[in-house]
């Protein structure tokens, strides 16, 4: 089955979308480990790690949370359409450590 132009452009902006996201993650943690060199903000000042948390650390964390569901969604949903399965599933293992990141944090906050 070939692909149409429409298809081709459909897996080129999932594939943006889930380098993106891994791109966000790693990002976000690396800031969040270095804040103090970069930032300024020391560990355990309430204030200040409130602030960075709230306005840069959850956004970028959603951010790629989102982008992650949108690529495991987009690929499930059109799993039978796209032929190449390298593909398929270097997507979702793109997407996967952000999902799995929020399922850590998950059950560590209710279950540990």
């Not at 970069?38 to 959850?58: D, Q, R, S, V």
């Not at 690529?71 to 039978?80: F, N």
């Not at 399965?85 to 998950?106: C, D, M, R």
């Amino acid at each position: 089955m070939e692909l149409t132009q429409r298809h081709i452009k459909k897996i080129k902006w999932t594939s943006r979308m889930a380098f993106a996201s891994l791109g966000i993650l790693i990002f976000a943690l690396l800031v969040n480990e270095f804040r103090e060199p970069l930032l300024g903000i020391k560990e355990g000042y309430a204030p200040h790690n409130f602030g960075f948390n709230f306005t840069f650390f959850l956004p970028a964390m959603l951010t790629a949370l989102g982008l992650g569901l949108a690529v495991v969604g987009r690929t499930i949903k059109h799993w039978g359409i796209w032929t190449d399965l390298n593909k398929k599933w270097t997507l979702i293992g793109l997407s996967i450590p952000a999902i799995g990141f929020w399922v850590f944090i998950i059950i560590r906050m209710f279950i540990l």
